[in-house]
């Protein structure tokens, strides 16, 4: 099973930027999909951003298109969400996962493994 780990969220003024990692336990994580998701209070869990680790384009939600970016590291096992021009309604908590058909879906039900999450705050 693989273990997923988040990190690199925190707290930033709009219009700042944070870059989150996610770390995957080993190299199984290359035949998966992976998505980025996040979820503010009261509200469902949201698509973020996708790419298949075989390669492919990404897949962004349209409120994120053009500020944030995901990419790969082989050698790691770690995925990325660089995220920039910060704006309050990015808050919340954000998680990565991964999809072991190799599928990059908005639907996160689809996903079989997640990571424990880490809190993103925009200040105005």
């Known amino acids: 099973q693989v273990r997923l780990v988040e990190s690199g969220g925190g707290l930033v003024q709009a219009g700042g930027s944070l870059r989150l990692s996610c770390a995957a336990s080993d190299g199984t994580i290359r035949k998966y999909a992976l998505g980025w998701f996040r979820q503010a209070p009261g509200k469902e869990r949201e698509f973020v951003a996708g790419l298949m680790w075989s390669g492919g384009r990404s897949d962004y939600e349209d409120s994120v298109k053009g500020r944030f970016t995901m990419s790969r590291d082989n050698a790691k096992n770690t995925v990325y969400l660089q995220m920039n021009s910060l704006k309050p309604e990015d808050t919340a908590v954000y998680y990565c996962?991964?999809?072991?058909?190799?599928?990059?879906?908005?639907?996160?039900?689809?996903?079989?493994?997640w990571g424990q999450g880490t809190q993103v705050t925009v200040s105005s």
């Open positions: 996962a991964a999809e072991r058909a190799g599928i990059v879906s908005g639907d996160h039900t689809q996903y079989d493994y």
